[in-house]
Structures are given as structure tokens and as C-alpha cells.
């Protein structure tokens, strides 16, 4: 199909035409389309073998940490990687045209997501139905009818398809699908988040009517904001209580930054747990709205806290907060951005591991249930890294928390760090 993957990673000659630009453009998408279907194939190989080297040495959960293993190598997190095995998967035992298309570069991975996602509910026979009749090669010759659809003309297609199969299947996983409601925060740029919901439609609908109302009112009042500013502002009102009379709930924000950003006006970077750096003048205008509580913990000149040590296997409530507020609130593991659910030993505790702040880490579920598949080992470094082995023999190593570090390190011996928590029903 390709001379050399080479000649199309040199990137275009110079002096190459505006119709050349595009033709490259349109190959090296066909080149990536391939990319993902042979690392598809090939994480289905290394589970396939990793499930019979598991059950040869006696292991009761067979697969158990490939998906980290692959998260690792890919440089995403394990739960992506995990969701990336699944359509694999699917796709070589299941949507073997789809899986063509990826293969001679005319379908992208997230297109085949998109199919192997709205025949989840099918059954084997009725999921290839739908492969063949949007994925395969016309008997004349002409090219897929997938090929030339856009991304939501092909849910269209194969949500027609799949009711026109199974429609009973197709109702029961819309009734069955208000299990997975959530609410999510993700960071966004310049100290904002981003905080989503899933939910049922009429209750994601009548939340949204009640916000459009709110914004409707008070544009009507002469309120000056913008629509989207009063349905934000009214969300946070109506959640937190922040404008509610009488009792207001307690909630807490953590913020850790430096006593000289704190009180000198000093521009070292503060953190706010679950959220990740923001500016110092940020973090002190913060503190002004707020009814504030400061807990002072030490670092060394590096930045790194001041260790703390039990003599217990489970870290106490104290120690496991420590370490999280240590690691930033987020999975010690490379590409790994999940939230810290697990405080866990680097070296097992049965491997003699102490459980000490240099010897225990901040893990998701996912990656901790994973470390304890056969062949996974790690230890911690002196500078407070840690080193993940897997069962193949490759190594990762997670750096140590630098939301404390300063460049140039401080000249004191040590670090003041205060710990603040934010009262938001305080605030004005």
C-alpha cells in the first residue's frame, strides 16, 4: 500500500503544491487508520498470550493487568486502554469488515467505536448483520457504504439497522442506561473546570429548563451577565446554597501553596486538589472570600513533603490523606489521570514493604487491582519516584510530585507549606 512508513514521516518535499499538501494530508490519515488496526491485533495477541502464561502459573483471573500493560506502552490511561482492548477485541472476533476498513486505512478507530458502541446491545449474528451491510464491499465493487458517511450519519445508520434487528434489545438498553447517570470535573484552561452530568433525558432536559428560566428572569430584570454566566451562577447557587438564607452546608476545597505565596506575594504556583496548579494571586484572592482553616505541613528543599511512617498495614486516615494531598489528588500511574481511590504500598507490605509516605502511592481502582496480577512488581526511589515493572519485563518510571517544587530549589532547610481548606458557604 505504502513504499516506506519512513517516506511518509519525512513529511512532504519542499516546494510541494497545494493539491500535494492535501494528498499527503489524506495518505498519512490512511497510514494512522492502519497504525490503529494492527495495535489493535496485536493487543489482542499479547492478552491471548498473557491469559495462557496466567493460567499455566495458576492465576484465578485470567487478562487481569493487560490493559495497564498496554495503557502503559500506548501512553494513555489504563481505562481508555481498557475500553480500546474491548473494541479490539470486537472487532476481530466480531466486525471482521469493519475491521478491514481500519486495516487498508479507510475507517479511523473512533468510527469503528462508533459502530461496535450502537451494536453493544446485539446479538452476535445481528452485529455482523450490521458489519456486513455497512462495512463490506459492494458486489459490484464499489467501495463501503461506511466509507463515505460522516461520523453522525453512521450512528444514524447503524441505530436504524440495530432497531430494525433487534428492537426489543435496542428499548431494553435505553431503560437499563439511566444506571450509568454521573457527574464528572475535568480541569479546564485558565483556573475554570469543566463539570458534566449524564443523565436520563427529561431530567437533563427539565435541569436545563429550569436554567434557561433562571437566565430568561434575570435578562429581563436588566441583569447585566450573560445567559450562559446566569445559568452557570445559578447552578452553583441552587447546589452548593452559597445564596440561600439560614444554615449553609460545609464544603471544602483544599488548596496547598507556599507560606511565602501565602503571605510575601511570592509567585510559586498553588495547587488545588482535584483540579491541578493555579497562580498564586489566583489562590490568595480565593482566601478573601473565605472563612479559612490552615494546616501546616513541611517539605524539604526539593519540595517533597516530610515523610510520615505507621506501623500498620492500612495507612491511617491521616498518613492516606497525606499521601494524597502529596500526589495531587491524581493515580500515581504513568498517562493515568484518573482521581486517587486506593492508598496503596509501592513494595508489597508481604514483601516486607513499610507503610510509609516513601513506600506507599495514590492509586485509581483500575491501576491498584492491576499491580496485583501475577508478574507486576515495583519499588520506590529515593527521590520519591517510583519504578513499575511489568510482566514482560518493560519498566516505567512515575516521577515525583512536583507541585511543590521550586526552580531554583529554596535555600531553607525547610519548606512551609499551609494547607488551606475553603469554606465555600462562607463566601460572599
Known amino acids: 500500500m505504502y513504499e516506506t512508513i519512513d517516506r511518509f514521516l519525512d513529511g512532504p518535499p519542499p516546494g510541494a503544491s497545494e493539491r500535494e499538501l492535501v494528498d499527503w494530508i489524506a495518505r498519512l490519515e490512511q497510514v494512522k487508520c492502519a497504525a490503529e488496526a494492527v495495535q489493535a491485533e496485536a493487543a489482542v495477541r499479547l492478552e491471548e498470550a498473557a491469559r495462557a502464561r496466567q493460567a499455566e502459573a495458576g492465576a484465578r483471573k485470567l487478562g487481569e493487568g493487560v490493559a495497564s500493560q498496554i495503557a502503559l506502552a500506548r501512553r494513555i490511561s489504563p481505562d481508555r486502554s481498557a475500553k480500546l482492548l ?5 472487532l476481530l472476533s466480531e466486525m471482521p469488515h469493519t475491521f478491514a476498513l481500519m486495516k487498508t486505512g479507510q475507517f479511523s478507530q473512533w468510527q469503528a467505536t462508533v459502530l461496535a458502541r450502537e451494536t453493544a446491545c446485539l446479538s452476535r449474528e445481528d452485529r455482523r448483520v450490521v458489519d456486513h451491510e455497512l462495512c ?37 438498553r435505553a431503560a437499563n442506561a439511566e444506571k450509568d447517570r454521573r457527574v464528572s470535573l475535568r480541569p479546564a484552561p485558565e483556573t475554570m473546570t469543566w463539570l458534566g452530568a449524564l443523565l436520563p433525558v427529561k431530567d437533563g432536559v427539565a ?26 451562577d445559578t447552578l452553583v447557587d441552587r447546589v452548593t446554597g452559597r445564596s440561600s438564607a439560614g444554615a449553609k452546608p460545609r464544603i471544602e476545597v483544599k488548596i496547598v501553596m ?36 490552615v494546616r501546616r505541613l513541611f517539605a524539604d528543599p526539593a519540595g517533597q513533603l516530610v515523610a510520615m511512617e505507621s506501623r500498620s498495614r492500612k495507612a491511617p486516615d491521616g498518613l492516606a490523606e497525606f499521601i494524597t494531598t502529596r500526589d495531587g489528588g491524581i493515580c500515581r500511574t504513568n498517562g493515568c489521570d484518573a482521581p486517587i481511590r486506593n492508598i496503596d504500598h509501592i513494595q508489597r507490605h508481604t514483601d516486607g514493604g513499610t507503610t510509609s509516605a516513601e513506600n506507599l502511592q495514590g492509586l485509581c481502582e483500575r491501576c491498584n487491582q492491576a499491580k496485583e496480577a501475577i508478574g507486576w512488581q515495583a519499588r520506590p526511589g529515593p527521590d520519591g519516584s517510583i519504578t ?39 463566601a460572599a
Open 86 to 90: 474491548g473494541l479490539a477485541k470486537i
Open 207 to 232: 435541569v436545563f429548563a429550569v436554567l434557561d428560566q433562571a437566565a430568561n428572569a434575570a435578562r429581563a430584570a436588566g441583569d447585566e451577565r450573560t445567559r450562559g454566566q446566569v445559568m452557570a
Open 136 to 172: 463490506a464491499t459492494r458486489p459490484n465493487g464499489e467501495p463501503a457504504r461506511a466509507v463515505s458517511m460522516g461520523l453522525r450519519q453512521l450512528e444514524n445508520a447503524a441505530k436504524k439497522l440495530a432497531i430494525t434487528l433487534d428492537q426489543a434489545s435496542v428499548v431494553a
Open 388 to 426: 513499575t515493572i511489568t510482566p514482560t519485563g518493560h519498566t516505567y518510571t512515575s516521577p515525583p510530585p512536583d507541585t511543590w517544587a521550586q526552580d531554583p530549589p529554596l535555600s531553607r532547610a525547610e519548606l512551609t507549606l499551609r494547607d488551606v481548606l475553603l469554606d465555600y458557604a462562607a
Open 258 to 293: 507556599t507560606a511565602d505565596s501565602l503571605t510575601n506575594d511570592a509567585d510559586q504556583p498553588a495547587l488545588v486538589e482535584g483540579y491541578g496548579p493555579v497562580p498564586a494571586a489566583w489562590a490568595r484572592d480565593a482566601l478573601t472570600d473565605a472563612e479559612v482553616f
